[in-house]
């Protein structure tokens, strides 16, 4: 595993992590809003689609992380003089 594939294992791990916290935050704001927390819990869905927001950027940003590192690991085997 070279050093691109696995910052790209480690930042897909983040976003899982990301979005189990999101669901589990969206939980307790829907229990926070059903007594009557309104504010507070309009301030924690402005905080929740930030994070929505960030998904789309960061999926795009590990693709290119994974394309970058498939294609170093193409160059080495062609590199080695090895059959693939």
Known sequence: MNK????ADLLILQSRNQWA????IAELN???AQRGSVEVANSVQEAL?????????????VALLIEEAER??????ADSGLPS
Not at 4 to 7: E, K, N, S
Not at 49 to 61: F, I, K, N, V, Y
Not at 72 to 77: H, I, Q, S, T, V
């Open 4 to 7: 691109l594939t696995l910052i």
């Open 21 to 24: 916290l999101a669901a589990a």
């Open 30 to 32: 829907q229990w926070v």
């Open 49 to 61: 689609a930030m994070l929505d927001e960030s998904l789309l950027p960061l999926s795009r940003g």
């Open 72 to 77: 170093d690991a193409g160059l080495m085997e």
